[in-house]
């Protein structure tokens, strides 16, 4: 509607002008002009305002699956950085399923990312919300009509809810958590276990129990070195 009367005073002055013999023609065309003015204020004001509309938050959530594993259900949500001029985003990447070869990713260009670790669900899970402007009643719809308020996009958001056996890591950290696994693990185990054992020699002849602590102790290394390379 305002964009019409916009256009209406528009044509009004050109009119005004072209044809000079218009009783009060200098009344009119500052009645004309003021209008105009005035619409042409509401437009602009209402594009950062946004009258006349609320916002609305839609959620889309889906299950996602790590694409790289470390011994005793480690999982890794990998991301890699990319320098875009000053600033520097971010590109996570994981599988929509457990069995697919494929990889998904989510690029923070233009989007708000969130990391929430040590959740005490069971799956992992990507949440994109959507807060977009929506206009609550037709008079507001139809005043503003032609402004792109309605549906306007605010904020997207994705967040990742990660369970306590997950770990955010980059591609460049992830080869070094490797590295290190691989060089150091069985040492350290075979050391810790050995400690274990001296304070604990009823437990020497006992296989079992003997590797239950080694499985015990292997999950606890794995798990502080991936601490140690990651966002955690």
Not at 50 to 58: A, D, F, P, Y
Not at 72 to 91: A, C, D, F, P, T
Not at 137 to 144: E, G, M, V
């Amino acid at each position: 509607m305002i964009i019409i009367i916009s256009l209406i005073c528009i044509i009004g002055i050109i009119l005004l002008a072209l044809l000079g013999n218009i009783p009060h023609r200098i009344t009119i065309g500052a009645i004309l002009i003021i209008t105009l003015l005035a619409s042409q204020t509401l437009l602009i004001a209402d594009t950062h305002y946004h009258w006349g509309t609320e916002l609305k938050v839609t959620s889309f959530k889906k299950t996602i699956y790590p694409l790289v594993n470390f011994p005793r259900s480690n999982h890794i949500l990998v991301y890699q950085n990319i320098n875009q001029g000053k600033e520097q985003k971010q590109i996570y990447v994981y599988k929509s399923s457990a069995q697919s070869h494929k990889s998904q990713t989510t690029y923070s260009n233009g989007i708000t990312v969130k990391l929430l670790i040590n959740q005490s669900q069971k799956n992992a899970s990507r949440i994109k919300s959507v807060s977009q402007y929506r206009y609550t009643n037709k008079a507001d719809q139809i005043l503003f009509a032609g402004i792109i308020n309605n549906h306007q996009i605010k904020k997207n958001t994705v967040s990742f809810v990660l369970p306590r056996n997950w770990f955010v890591i980059s591609k460049t950290n992830l080869v070094k958590a490797g590295k290190d696994i691989k060089k150091n693990t069985k040492k350290t185990v075979s050391k810790q276990l050995k400690d274990y054992l001296q304070e604990h020699p009823k437990e020497a002849t006992n296989k079992s129990s003997i590797q239950r602590e080694e499985n015990e102790l292997l999950k606890k290394y794995t798990k502080k070195t991936l601490v140690k390379y990651s966002k955690n």
